[in-house]
């Protein structure tokens, strides 16, 4: 069934020659193919309060979104700025061809298309981009973060000074316990959001995590303190590194919920005690 349907076209950083190409030859495709195109400068480095997400989050019917980030980064950048869930978005960097992917993606156009360009001064940034269907607001980075970042606002973590983060360093991206941050020009695919990749928190970086904050551990529930090695004879605690009595000597609470939890299989098994 025919609709309204546009497409927004962000274009790289830059000025290489290929990429303007394959932007431009795309903006008349689509456009001869009925759908309302409208340009921006590369997504990512739009800023935060920028009218262009407000020309963005006013585009009539489905959107099509195609930029130079992971489809992730994209869906994430627009429901924080323009409030609106893309039907599709392309990397034009992968390996899928963009224009079949938008046509089968969107219902056959009504009407002629135009193609509208936001000629806005951009320059490049990098900050961390919150995916909130990861986000659980545990508050880890804000506490974690030296340079003010984050800020709590009504129960959610927001980045409200996104340009205090420092260039290339995706530290608090490691930190998260449910991979919810994303740095979408990081060369690591997970951290970046690539699909098929959701990143793991970093054991080093959550160790640093608690010594920084002194909180205490869930896990073994001691502070962690700069530089502390186990003794001879200790373990650390997988979660925050401090030293801990060896497993065998004092089951832990893992190993303890671990071991009710084999009872409690033990007796459901037919012959088991629950039989
Ligand atoms: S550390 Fe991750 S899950 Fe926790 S508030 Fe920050 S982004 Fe959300
Ligand atoms: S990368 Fe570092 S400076 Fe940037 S927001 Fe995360 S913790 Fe703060």
Redesign the pocket.
């Known amino acids: 069934m025919a609709g309204s349907s546009s497409v927004l076209l962000c274009r790289h950083l830059g000025s290489d020659a290929a990429r303007t190409s394959l932007e431009d030859d795309l903006a008349r495709r689509l456009s001869d193919s009925g759908r309302t195109v409208l340009i921006t400068p590369h997504l990512y480095h739009l800023p935060h309060g920028s009218d262009a997400w407000h020309e963005i989050a006013a585009l009539p019917g489905d959107l099509a979104v195609l930029g130079w980030i992971s489809p992730r980064a994209i869906e994430c950048l627009l429901r924080e700025h323009a409030g609106i869930e893309p039907a599709i978005a392309v990397d034009l960097s992968g390996p899928d061809d963009p224009f079949a992917a938008i046509e089968a993606a969107l219902a056959p156009a009504e009407s002629p298309g135009d193609v509208r360009e936001l000629d806005l001064p951009v320059s490049a940034r990098w900050?961390?981009v919150i995916d909130r269907s990861r986000c659980t607001s545990c508050r880890h980075?804000l506490q974690?973060?030296?340079?003010g970042?984050?800020e709590a606002q009504e129960r959610r973590v927001v980045?409200v000074r996104p340009d205090?983060?420092?260039d290339g360093?995706?530290?608090?991206?490691r930190?998260c316990p449910h991979g919810a941050?994303i740095f979408p020009l990081s060369d690591e695919p997970a951290i970046a959001g690539m699909p098929g990749t959701v990143m793991q928190p970093d054991a080093a970086a959550r160790r640093m995590f608690y010594v920084r904050t002194g909180r205490h551990c869930p896990l073994c529930g001691k502070v962690a303190e700069a530089g502390q090695q186990p003794a001879p004879g200790e373990a650390a605690c997988v979660e925050c590194g401090a030293p801990v009595e060896r497993p065998d000597e004092a089951p832990s609470l893992v190993h303890e919920e671990i071991d009710a939890l084999i009872s409690e299989l033990d007796a459901l098994t037919p012959g088991g005690e629950g039989e």
């Open positions: 900050y961390p980075c974690f973060c030296l340079f970042v984050y980045a205090s983060c420092k360093c995706p530290a608090c991206a930190v941050i």
